[in-house]
């Protein structure tokens, strides 16, 4: 007869637990929060920000070496700039452009080189006269925009 009491003590129905998170405290807190941040955001005052003064910049020099890459696989070489003559070397291949780079670069070591490739060149052959121009020993290089 003991046994026949056993399931039947609360009503005959066992209890199952709920494992479910009660998320509605979380939303309240979440939301109470949210009012207190929109509340003390307008009140805080706006801090002063001191952004340090910009140094002199290097001025553009007067005087480099242009190398201008043309959508028909030739380039032209000259010295640009200040008191240079404005004669151009045209070359038609990459060894004649390495070889008259190499001569100005030798009669002019400090000159920086200017790259000013057409539009419709491919990024890889500036690559390659950057490449070349690194090759020679000139350690400045920049690049034109048209």
Do not use: C
């Not at 066992?14 to 998170?21: G, L, M, P, Q, V």
């Not at 001025?59 to 201008?68: D, F, T």
């Not at 419709?120 to 052959?125: H, L, N, P, Q, S």
């Amino acid at each position: 007869m003991a046994s026949s009491f056993s399931g039947s003590l609360r009503g005959g129905r066992s209890r199952k637990f709920k494992a479910e998170i009660n998320v509605v405290p979380y939303i309240d807190v979440m939301l109470v929060l949210l009012v207190i941040f929109m509340v003390t955001a307008p009140m805080t005052d706006p801090s002063v920000i001191n952004l340090p003064s910009a140094g002199k910049s290097a001025q553009p020099p007067s005087e480099y070496i242009q190398v201008s890459l043309k959508p028909d696989a030739t380039a032209a070489v000259k010295i640009s700039g200040g008191k240079a003559s404005a004669q151009s070397i045209t070359t038609a291949s990459r060894p004649e452009l390495v070889a008259s780079l190499r001569d100005l670069h030798a009669a002019n070591p400090d000159m920086p080189l200017m790259i000013a490739a057409d539009k419709e060149i491919k990024y890889d052959e500036v690559i390659q006269v950057l490449s070349e121009a690194k090759k020679i020993g000139i350690s400045r290089v920049g690049l034109a925009t048209r």
